[in-house]
């Protein structure tokens, strides 16, 4: 009876804390909601529990399940705000400052993490910083910025918070997502909200699902390594690395030496799912438009990596599409910049490019503002404005060139070779002089300079010591500085090769 009793006693104490409806953490002050589709809201509050959600007159309900947990949709909403948000079961939560518009997300390595402000992070900090951050008065443009988390199961919270875009704000927020949103903001006049979730060196087999992982043959050794490590880690801590397990070909040797002791896997980000558990499936379905995805120099280290990164990189697409149950949602990655390293090599950027073959797919070029040491270039500026570009076309109708001269065909015509190209936007431009970066081979595969000259919607190409050409190659090299092949929409022309010859690099 005793027993009984106490039991009751603790049910009682825990009631109340069981019955509060608590939405996810996404849904703060200052949120910026999607407009034009339905929106998902969802939390946990008491099994059973009836939950309503009332943003601006409308009203939806849903009542929570056994395990406490309720997902409702909110109907289309208009552009606008702001206004309140209610969420009501037992206890009402009042969200204030909400706004509707059009909201992205941000993800990949360093490059997107990279902040406004150089004083947030060694590596950050852009061009006339100063100014960017003084201008940056913008109150219907907000940041969710996720806090890293990197773990072995999915979790269902991430830490953070939506910031106003204001000179004391901006310096945390992502430079790429800053300048994206606030160009968007600019340009259609809406609220425009992005989730930064990003993580420096992180790979990205690592913003990928488990199950998606495990039912990839391509894929699976690199989780089956990860587990082996996970349970070789936690059972013998102590155990010098080298006894560890060795990961298969397809991972990436990391640089440097070999550490002196073990390190708990879970939190090496270059180790497939742990930011898909931490930072992304914490955030699905949060309604989007679209993503952006600044990632690449952590394939590098094998060419097992290299040649299976377009296959990471489509799987990941496919698979973020299928958990936000939106369709084809934009995905636009950017391409690595010129760099005097192997880490931006040309195999890499080729593999990005494999990207454009999806639907809904874009890529914007960076070879052009990339610098020549630093990993983490500054003039993030032209790289916003493409990217934005992509949108603008591509999402929100507008007609503009959103694209370089990107490589169609090729014809030789005696000792030349005539390359043609698609998105000409208004005519191919030799930028500052003649045409730089082409090289020319004959069937050997010797690639020597060429001569290029633009030809109407052409580009033709020769070398007095190539009588018989066979191929043409543009900017392959890991920095080819002046490179200047341009359309008259003032768009760069990506790296290409007209042949599939081994490379090495």
């Not at 919270?157 to 901006?170: H, K, R, Y």
């Not at 990655?333 to 390293?341: E, G, Y």
């Not at 730089?436 to 010797?446: E, L, M």
Request: aromatic share 10%; net charge neutral.
């Amino acid at each position: 009876m005793r027993a009984k009793l106490t039991a009751l006693l603790m049910f009682a104490a825990a009631a109340p804390l069981l019955a509060d409806v608590k939405p996810s953490g996404l849904f703060g002050d200052h949120m910026v909601l999607q407009s034009g589709m339905a929106v998902p809201v969802w939390g946990t509050a008491a099994p059973g529990e009836r939950v309503t959600v009332t943003p601006n007159g409308q009203k939806q309900s849903a009542t929570a399940s056994a395990d406490g947990k309720w997902m409702l949709r909110l109907k289309s909403l208009k552009p606008g705000g702001p206004f309140q948000m209610t969420i009501a079961g037992t206890n009402t939560i009042a969200i204030a400052d909400v706004l509707v518009g059009e909201v992205w997300l941000g993800s990949g390595q360093s490059n997107m993490a990279f902040t406004v402000s150089k004083k947030q992070a060694s590596y950050a900090g852009l061009v006339d910083e100063e100014r960017e951050i003084a201008e940056a008065n913008y109150p219907r443009v907000r940041m969710f910025t996720g806090k890293t988390a990197k773990t072995y199961e999915p979790q269902t919270e991430i830490q953070g918070e939506w910031l106003i875009c204001t000179p004391q704000n901006v310096p945390g927020f992502s430079a790429v997502g800053y300048l994206f949103a606030r160009d968007l903001h600019r340009e259609l006049k809406q609220p425009v909200g992005f989730l930064t979730l990003a993580f420096g060196a992180s790979t990205a087999e690592s913003w990928i699902r488990r199950e998606t992982v495990a039912a990839d043959p391509l894929l699976k050794p690199m989780l089956d390594h990860f587990d082996a490590a996970v349970q070789f880690y936690r059972t013998k801590p102590e155990a010098p690395p080298t006894e560890a397990p060795q990961p298969p070909q397809t991972i990436n040797a990391r640089p440097g030496p070999p550490p002196a002791r073990q390190r708990d896997p879970v939190q090496d980000q270059h180790n497939s799912t742990v930011l898909f558990n931490g930072m992304i499936n914490p955030v699905t379905p949060y309604a989007i438009r679209g993503a952006i995805w600044y990632q690449g120099e952590s394939i590098v280290g094998g060419k097992e990596g290299v040649a299976l990164y377009p296959h990471v990189m489509e799987t990941l697409i496919k698979d973020w599409r299928k958990l936000w149950g939106q369709g084809d949602f934009p995905f636009y990655v950017v391409q690595l910049p010129a760099l005097q390293n192997i880490s931006n090599n040309p195999l890499v950027r080729e593999g990005q490019a494999a990207v454009l073959s999806l639907p809904h797919a874009g890529m914007a070029v960076t070879i052009d503002i990339g610098d020549p040491k630093d990993v983490h270039p500054h003039n993030k500026a032209p790289l916003g404005e493409r990217l934005t570009r992509m949108a603008l076309a591509n999402v929100y109708g507008r007609k503009l060139e959103y694209s370089g001269p990107v490589y169609d065909s090729m014809k030789v015509s005696g000792n030349a070779i005539r390359v043609k190209f698609s998105h000409l936007g208004g005519g191919l431009v030799a930028k500052d002089g003649p045409l730089k970066w082409f090289t020319i081979a004959g069937a050997d595969g010797k690639f020597v300079p060429a001569e290029a000259r633009i030809e109407g919607h052409t580009v033709v190409v020769t070398s007095p010591t190539v009588s018989a050409p066979a191929a043409v190659r543009y900017a392959w090299d890991n920095y080819p500085e002046g490179c200047n092949l341009y359309n008259a929409a003032g768009l760069p022309a990506a790296p290409f090769r007209t042949d599939r010859w081994p490379y090495e690099y």
